[in-house]
């Protein structure tokens, strides 16, 4: 299970990686991998604001739709229009080519509230010793 | 073994219709008005019957094997059925004809609505719902209207199991409520801590399937419904299981305030393939007024009048049902159409699916009181039989008596990396078609299977040796599940490819 | 006759099996006190009886098959070419469910496939469902979906006054929960009658205006030109709102299809394509869009992909969107189609093809026309409808339309028209008529016979007439 060392992680299998007073946010591998195919991302509209742990975006596979959650609260200033055409983005690379959308922080302090790559790495480990999906 | 499509054998100058002369002056046709190409095939009358035999011959219905859809009750559908709605009297009516020259039409509906009345022990009936879905959105919409009528506007959450069907959340949605869910015990009853902890003056109401999507006859039913009740609020029935109940319990009497029925599940119209079914819905006397409309009513009836309590069904059936003859229609002539006296409006043009109504009707007056409660127990008793000869095989999340229908949770468990989706696909190597798969949501892997009553004790038997059979292919040669099915007209088809890079019509290949 | 197959053996084989004594025990669970209620039904029947009950049953009706219909109003009397019914009655197809198992449904996901094309190709629209109950709900999904892709932030919606009032009444009911307000329909708007003032309609847009729908030919029969609909268009995407088009798919065998004037959405009533008049149902409504809806569309859609072994096969598809998976997050709870209707418009639609929908089409057209023109000569009787019409028009009667259409029956075993004064009260004394390929030139030159007479032979007040031979 790929885990980037630069992001930090909400327990929704979001992650989120800074830059500067701006950050990028997408889905995880673990995320992806629960889901299986992706076919479809839904994004938002550059402009929409949004809280921390608000729904902005839909990821549908082929039998599911799940929501996905800002890590933290901000305003997009950018989506990823490639993923409307190449959904499978997100099975492939989901820290890299298939990020979700670009936002302001608007409070990096919650920033503080997230997981970081180890304790993320060891969320999972439960997750799957648990048997959920 | 695929068939072309339509306009793949579309050859130009051909017509398969032969239509008349025009036999009036023409009169010149509006300029700039008419349209340039209209690109629809150009087939002969033996293409067309050859194309849709040969497309006809890839499916699979209930005509031709067992259909143990959980939820859907895949019944024998009476081929009477299907003479009766062809009738040219009722076939060639217009809807908007003078009642007083349909009133053959208007007495098949009113009689249809007292029979679905006694049967259910609801004072009210509209048989406009179009479908079952339909017929939930219309049930919320009159729950919600009498609330609205009470000046009772706090509420704003629809409780809701978590077996429930997706429509029902949805439903609920369409009419500005917000869903809250309810969980179910650890024996597929709704949690009544759960439901007490969640019943105050918010909720409008809750919406119970029962027999619920386990197969499972809710053993608090009674409970369920005062609680909702002493909190001001109305059960709502989602009559899909009714198949279960037809002569062994009333639903009014259960609690219910509003419930729909799905004529296409429990009164044997034919499915279709997916539709057009019929989804009336029957209220308790203070929800009677608010049924969609227009419904039908003796002609002396004072406007907005929508029908006695239950107790009188008795007259009206001896008034207006029973045997037709030409004394008897004079008798008992005069119904008319009209609007309940606060309905919350009406929700499809006209008047139903009368053509399905046909057949519901005429599948109640051939099976008769006793009939019908011997569907039920049949049903059950067929229900039963099969979850034993397959519950020491699969995994049987509720070991309970069943109604008419059960859920297994998957595969054998020693069977690793096998899914429910690989026995589904490999049974219909053994000729079968499928049950249900993965709903409801609360069980995981689900395989819901409703074999109905019209299935003979010895399809039941091959249906569960052909069970245990994949289960033990399931461990010995899981491949062969993995790539069924193999003897379909095609094998496994690529859903993700289908969702990524949707191609939903044809388009004429490019002139390169 | 239950047509349960059991023997009395079998049943006592099963219960062994199951471990209990009588059927009975197996309804435990249900409370004993309700339990086996008294249910009160009529004696069962043999086929044979029921058959003959229900033959005089329907023979009490005045059907189209032994009166001249002239009525139509959203439900037309067309002709439906016999391979229609022998397509239907395969019970391959009848008796089949939905295609969740697309392996051994093959017959229907094709079926429905080949149905969403006609209908783009009918339409000028690029993306089709596998229907909607019928026009109305269709119409209603329409506004589900506009207000859907505005992300719930528009909450107007403009219906124009001459849409079919059911609809307009459908579109209420299931919107009534939905926070939105629907304007524009109130039947003062109507100019002159029954001319729809557009400016009227384009004077509400409004940034909160999720979409306006039109309807073309309209109820009353009558056409606006592609041009001007163009201009409603510009107008309503300008205001960042969505147009609707509702239209008769046999007037789009003729004419302009709405895709080609600016529509985003098109719906209509399927019937007239191959669907039994049966009484008001079950009809089926067609519903399109544009490309850039279609994960937005409610309701089934088949689409096209391979097999393992690269064979071209069909599948239910954007399954995501469906109130199944979405529940109370769905934009709407449909769940079925309605399937075997949506089959016989197929059938009709390939049977008919490109030139003979077309001609049925320029058939209603002539014959309309020529009722109209010959009616309009008639004196006492008014022709309200202006040019371009198709398939109806608006006559005013000398008589109250009820009245007439009573002598036409009784008198002529003729149906008449719609009474137009019972929804829009402006129109009292007016009544909708319809022509279609089913009315021969006699058939129209004998309603216009006893048209003539009518005015004569009725005596004033309502309750009581004279009538003549």
């Known amino acids: 299970m790929k885990i980037d060392k630069d992001c930090r992680y909400a327990e929704t299998h979001e992650w989120v990686r800074v830059e500067g007073n701006e950050a990028v946010t997408g889905i995880t591998d673990y995320a992806q991998d629960q889901l299986s195919d992706v076919v479809y991302v839904e994004l938002p509209e550059v402009g929409d604001s949004f809280a921390k742990g608000e729904a902005y975006a839909t990821v549908e596979s082929v039998k599911t739709a799940s929501e996905v959650y800002m890590p933290i609260g901000g305003e997009i200033i950018e989506i990823n229009s490639e993923l409307e055409a190449e959904p499978q983005l997100v099975n492939e690379d989901p820290f890299g080519a298939a990020w979700f959308v670009r936002f302001t922080i608007a409070d990096p302090s919650e920033l503080d509230d997230l997981m970081d790559a180890d304790a993320y790495e060891k969320f999972i480990a439960a997750e799957g010793a648990k048997g959920g999906h | 073994m695929t068939e072309p499509l339509i306009f793949e054998i579309s050859s130009p100058g051909r017509c398969g219709a032969s239509l008349p002369a025009c036999d009036v002056p023409r009169t010149p046709l509006p300029a700039g008005m008419v349209r340039d190409d209209l690109p629809l095939p150009e087939v002969s009358e033996v293409d067309v019957i050859r194309h849709y035999v040969r497309l006809s011959q890839l499916n699979y219905g209930v005509d031709k094997g067992f259909y143990p859809l959980g939820s859907c009750t895949m019944k024998y559908n009476p081929k009477v059925n299907e003479v009766a709605a062809r009738l040219p009297g009722f076939a060639r009516t217009h809807p908007y004809q003078d009642p007083d020259s349909v009133q053959g039409n208007l007495t098949l509906m009113f009689e249809l609505q007292e029979y679905l009345k006694e049967l259910s022990g609801f004072a009210a009936v509209s048989l406009q719902p179009a479908a079952g879905a339909h017929g939930e959105l219309t049930g919320v919409l009159i729950i919600r209207a009498y609330h609205q009528s009470r000046g009772d506007s706090k509420r704003t959450k629809m409780l809701i199991p978590d077996s429930a069907h997706g429509t029902n959340p949805a439903s609920t949605s369409m009419c500005g409520y917000t869903t809250v869910e309810i969980k179910s015990d650890a024996r597929g009853n709704v949690d009544l801590e759960d439901l007490r902890a969640h019943c105050d003056d918010t909720v409008a109401g809750l919406m119970l399937t029962n027999p619920n999507t386990l197969g499972l006859f809710d053993e608090h039913v009674l409970e369920i419904a005062d609680l909702v009740h002493s909190c001001g609020g109305l059960l709502y029935g989602d009559g899909a299981n009714f198949n279960a109940l037809m002569g062994i319990a009333k639903p009014a009497q259960l609690g219910f305030d509003v419930m729909h029925f799905n004529l296409h599940k429990t009164f044997s119209t034919p499915h279709g393939g997916g539709g057009p079914g019929s989804g009336p819905v029957g209220v308790s006397q203070r929800l009677a007024q608010f049924l969609p409309g227009p419904i039908v009513v003796p002609a002396m009836a004072e406007d907005g009048w929508v029908g006695g309590p239950a107790e009188h069904a008795d007259e009206h059936a001896e008034e207006h049902t029973g045997k037709h003859t030409e004394e008897h229609t004079e008798e008992c002539h005069a119904l008319r159409l009209a609007m309940p006296k606060h309905s919350i409006g009406r929700v499809k043009s006209f008047y139903g699916n009368f053509g399905v109504l046909i057949k519901a009707y005429t599948y109640i007056r051939m099976l008769g009181a006793e009939g019908l409660r011997q569907a039920s127990q049949d049903a059950v008793l067929n229900a039963n039989y099969l979850m034993h000869r397959l519950k020491d095989v699969y995994p049987l999340p509720y070991d309970r008596t069943c109604m008419h229908e059960f859920v297994l949770g998957g595969p054998p468990p020693e069977a690793e990396g096998v899914h429910t989706m690989d026995v589904a696909k490999r049974l219909m190597d053994y000729g079968f078609h499928p049950p249900t798969v993965y709903f409801p949501l609360i069980v995981h892997e689900a395989i819901m299977i409703e074999p109905t009553e019209t299935e003979s004790k010895a399809t039941l038997d091959a249906f569960a040796e052909a069970m245990i059979k994949i289960a033990e292919e399931a461990v010995i040669d899981p491949d062969l599940l993995h790539s069924a099915p193999h003897v379909t007209p095609v094998t496994r088809l690529d859903e993700t490819r289908a969702a990524r890079r949707p191609r939903l019509r044809w388009v004429p290949p490019r002139q390169d | ?469």
């Not at chain 3, 009353?220 to 268009?233: C, H």
């Not at chain 3, 205001?239 to 004037?261: C, E, K, N, Q, R």
């Open chain 3, 1 to 469: 006759m239950t047509y349960v197959p059991h023997s009395q053996a079998e049943r006592q084989a099963m219960l062994a099996a199951i471990g209990v004594d009588r059927v009975e025990d197996l309804f435990a669970d249900v409370p004993e006190a309700l339990r086996f209620p008294k249910v009160s039904l009529p004696e069962p029947l043999s086929e044979l009886e029921i058959l003959q009950e229900l033959q005089w049953m329907s023979e009490s009706n005045a059907d189209l098959d032994h009166y001249a219909c002239f009525l139509g109003a959203g439900a037309y009397n067309h002709y439906v070419p016999s391979v229609v019914d022998h397509v239907i009655s395969r019970s391959e197809f009848y008796t089949a469910y939905t295609p969740y198992q697309p392996e051994v449904s093959q017959g229907t996901l094709q079926t429905i496939f080949e149905y969403q094309s006609m209908i783009c190709a009918l339409t000028g629209m690029e993306a089709a469902n596998a229907s909607h109950y019928d026009g109305a709900t269709s119409m209603a999904e329409a506004v589900l979906m506009a207000v859907a892709v505005s992300r719930g932030r528009r909450h107007k919606v403009i219906l124009s006054p001459t849409i079919h009032p059911e609809y307009r009444e459908t579109v209420r009911t299931y919107t009534q929960g939905m926070g939105l307000t629907v304007v524009g329909d109130d039947p003062g708007k109507l100019r002159e009658g029954i001319d729809l003032d557009l400016e009227a309609l384009k004077a509400l847009l409004d940034s909160d205006t999720a979409c306006l729908i039109v309807q073309n030919p309209d109820f009353f029969g009558q056409m606006e030109s592609p041009a001007v609909l163009q201009e409603l268009a510009d107008a309503v995407h300008e205001a960042g709102a969505m147009f609707v088009v509702s239209a008769d798919p046999i007037s789009l065998g003729l004419f302009t299809p709405p895709g080609d004037y600016g529509a985003d959405i098109v719906v209509g009533e399927g019937q007239p394509l191959g669907n039994a008049i049966s009484f008001g149902g079950p009809y089926l409504g067609y519903f399109a869009c544009k490309d850039q809806f279609k994960r937005k569309i409610a309701g089934r859609l088949v689409g096209e992909t391979v097999d393992t072994h690269g064979r071209r096969g069909f599948v239910l598809t954007l399954v995501a969107r469906e109130q199944h998976i979405r529940r109370e997050k769905a934009t709407s709870n449909i769940c079925s189609n309605q399937a075997l209707c949506a089959l016989a418009a197929g059938v009709y639609l390939a049977t008919l093809g490109k030139r003979g929908l077309r001609t049925v089409a320029e058939l209603c057209y002539h014959k309309a026309h020529y009722a109209a023109s010959q009616i309009a000569a008639l004196e006492g009787y008014e022709l309200v409808s202006k040019e371009p019409f198709f398939k109806e028009f608006v006559v005013r009667f000398p008589r109250p339309v009820s009245e007439l259409n009573s002598y036409l029956l009784d008198e002529w075993g003729i149906i008449g028209g719609y009474d137009l004064g019972r929804v829009y009260p402006h129109l009292a004394g007016c009544a909708l008529l319809c022509v279609t390929e089913m009315n021969s030139k006699g058939e129209i030159d004998y309603l216009v016979e006893a048209l003539a007479t009518a005015n004569f032979q009725i005596e004033g007040s309502a309750g009581s007439r004279e009538v003549g031979s």
